[in-house]
């Protein structure tokens, strides 16, 4: 019985800790949009370009520096650093291109190359990449063990004009760089 009344308080307790940073996110977002910042909006990217696919990934690219604030403030706090180790990523990820190429790094530290799996389907460029890592913390008897495995899989979708058939891949010091030229 006491148990249940043990786990019914941590709940609380989580539950009122997500509504305090809540109401701070609410409060600093307010105060944000007080200053000089203006809000982000739709029309504010369709001015910038008129190509469907660019709009949508500025999109994406302002949604998830939104979703790394909220983020990042949990998996920095001990308490869910254990939690958030063994979650399922996302990497981060620039996507560029010159006169000749597109480009895309994604940044994937402790991935191993034999478990990255790069696919394209169309236009469509499929990553896949799982890691894994074993701690110990003394090699005969184990006072101490951890081990976790975290996995992603992210979609991009190219321009028309992208040749999928001269696609390159590098991967280097936690980095993976894609290029894949223009089509003539």
Excluded: C
């Amino acid at each position: 019985m006491e148990r249940k009344f043990n786990l019914i308080y941590i709940l609380l307790s989580i539950l009122v800790a997500i509504v305090l940073l809540q109401s701070y996110y609410i409060y600093d977002f307010k105060k944000e949009m007080q200053g000089n910042s203006p809000p982000v909006s739709v029309a504010k990217f369709a001015a910038q370009s008129s190509d469907p696919f660019e709009l949508m990934q500025r999109m994406q690219e302002e949604m998830q520096k939104g979703f790394g604030q909220f983020n990042s403030t949990f998996s920095n706090d001990p308490f869910f650093k254990d939690a958030y180790a063994h979650m399922s990523i996302s990497p981060l990820s620039d996507f560029k291109e010159n006169s000749n190429n597109y480009i895309l790094e994604l940044n994937i530290p402790g991935a191993k190359k034999n478990k990255i799996s790069i696919n394209t389907n169309d236009n469509t460029l499929n990553i896949e990449a799982t890691m894994s890592n074993t701690h110990d913390s003394n090699d005969t008897n184990y006072y101490h063990r951890e081990r976790y495995s975290q996995s992603f899989k992210r979609s991009f979708i190219l321009p028309n004009n992208a040749d999928m058939d001269s696609l390159k891949s590098d991967y280097k010091d936690g980095v993976l760089k894609i290029t894949i030229a223009k089509k003539k």
